[in-house]
């Protein structure tokens, strides 16, 4: 879910699914990342399941079987499967969950809609996406 950052601390306020390559960070492949000026930036890395408060403060628990890195196939097609149903946020990677949070601030502090994004990083990379779905959960 993505907005304009009308703080402009930011082009965009929001949550997104981090697909970048494994040399990035240690278990950023699979994580959460925040931008949302305003509000705490919590973390939720690989195998992480963050619940976040009503009052901000974050709880972090290991995923039981979450994604490793052996399970990220190099130089091939890996399946991302993203669920945002409410105010839980599940990603797959390879049918693997990989990390989720939840998150129960006041509904005037979530990000409640928007619009989904592919983002690129460096501007010399290539990046490959196909059979992309899209299914409305109610």
């Known amino acids: 879910r993505a907005i304009v950052d009308k703080t402009r601390k930011r082009d965009f306020q929001s949550y997104h699914a981090d697909l970048g ?3 990035i960070g240690k278990n950023v ?3 959460w990342d925040f931008h949302t000026p305003g509000r705490k930036e919590h973390r939720c890395f690989r195998g992480d399941r963050l619940v ?3 009052d901000d403060k974050p709880t972090i628990t290991s995923i039981e079987d979450a994604l490793s890195a052996d399970d990220i ?3 091939d097609w890996n399946s991302v499967h993203i669920i945002a149903k409410g105010n839980n946020f599940k990603l797959y990677i390879n049918s693997k969950l990989s990390s989720e949070f939840t998150e129960h601030l006041p509904r005037a502090k979530r990000l409640k809609n928007g619009m989904i994004q592919l ?11 196909k ?8």
């Open 52 to 54: 976040i408060g009503e």
């Open 73 to 75: 196939k190099k130089g």
């Open 21 to 23: 390559h494994l040399g």
């Open 29 to 31: 492949m699979g994580a």
């Open 131 to 138: 059979d992309l779905k899209l299914k409305v959960l109610k």
């Open 119 to 129: 983002q690129l990083h460096d501007p010399g990379m290539i990046v490959y996406f």
